[in-house]
């Protein structure tokens, strides 16, 4: 009995949509791609070029292996280890958040109040891709990332290291303010903000492969707001900044609690699909340290 033909790149590709686009997902060609290119090594440009060459068999094997996993429901980037992220790619791993584009919003947010040569504070950092990408737009910004898991640093330094930002960044592991000295120009954060009941509502990929700590902001979804508002104050330069994304519908009890706190010309800025995304408050006189 003869051995079954070797596939061509560009038909296990076309294997491989078939299948995604039979379990439903939106994208089935595209992750496709991002697979094959992942576990060959090859550009989505250079793919198409060599789409009739004949796949090695140990890369074969790693495709369905990896087909047989996203039909499961696992996220392409959790696959591959890597998230494109404000025009530049993160590795990523369990120990952190998958950058999702609604966060970018809170880049461009930062950008747009943060001095050109601001001190950054990056709150429960993850892959670090908030802070980095801030730095990378900002060349003469400095950034402290806090996180509290020592995994999720590591990931965020080789993602420093990756875009060249290394030296103007510090990453310390810590809760929320613990490890932080000195004030800063702007403190943003995308803090765990699901109410702890709706976590196992939540879409399967975000429900099983996001760590569980980086989702649960407590009984109502406000206790990380709660805290960094709190503290905030204490750590924000004089007409400093404070950006924090937030839920569908927590835009109107975070702007509560930045007013209580004495932040003023809140606002609320929205993501493409013109959801609440980002609440940001700035602190015209700040408070003595802790």
Not at 119 to 129: A, N, P
Not at 169 to 194: E, K, M, T
Request: glycine fraction near 8%; charge should be positive; proline fraction near 6%.
């Amino acid at each position: 009995m003869s051995a079954p033909p070797i596939p061509s790149l560009g038909q296990i590709q076309r294997d491989m949509a078939r299948q995604f686009a039979e379990e439903g997902f939106e994208t089935p060609m595209l992750d496709a791609r991002v697979l094959v290119c992942a576990a060959t090594g090859l550009s989505p440009e250079a793919l198409i070029m060599r789409e009739n060459a004949k796949i090695a068999p140990h890369v074969q094997r790693a495709l369905e292996n990896w087909a047989a996993a996203r039909c499961t429901g696992m996220p392409v980037s959790r696959l591959v280890g890597q998230r494109e992220f404000y025009g530049l790619s993160f590795d990523i791993g369990s120990a952190v958040l998958d950058p999702r584009a609604d966060t970018e919003v809170l880049v461009e947010a930062a950008l747009d109040v943060a001095p050109a040569s601001a001190r950054v504070l990056d709150l429960g950092t993850g892959s670090g891709c908030v802070l980095i990408s801030v730095l990378a737009c900002a060349p003469c910004a400095r950034g402290l990332g806090v996180d509290i898991s020592a995994a999720a640093l590591r990931l965020a330094r080789r993602n420093a290291h990756r875009h060249k930002v290394r030296a103007r960044i510090a990453l310390r592991q810590g809760h929320w303010f613990s490890p932080v000295q000195g004030r800063f120009d702007v403190i943003v954060s995308n803090p765990p903000y699901i109410a702890r009941a709706a976590i196992d509502k939540l879409a399967a990929a975000v429900r099983d492969h996001d760590p569980r700590q980086a989702l649960d902001g407590g009984p109502d979804g406000l206790d990380a707001y709660r805290h960094i508002c709190r503290h905030a104050p204490h750590y924000l330069s004089r007409n400093g900044h404070l950006l924090v994304e937030v839920g569908h519908d927590q835009a109107a009890p975070v702007s509560a609690l930045m007013r209580a706190q004495g932040f003023e010309n809140l606002r609320v800025d929205q993501d493409l699909a013109g959801r609440a995304r980002v609440v940001r408050g700035q602190i015209k006189k700040s408070k003595k340290g802790v």
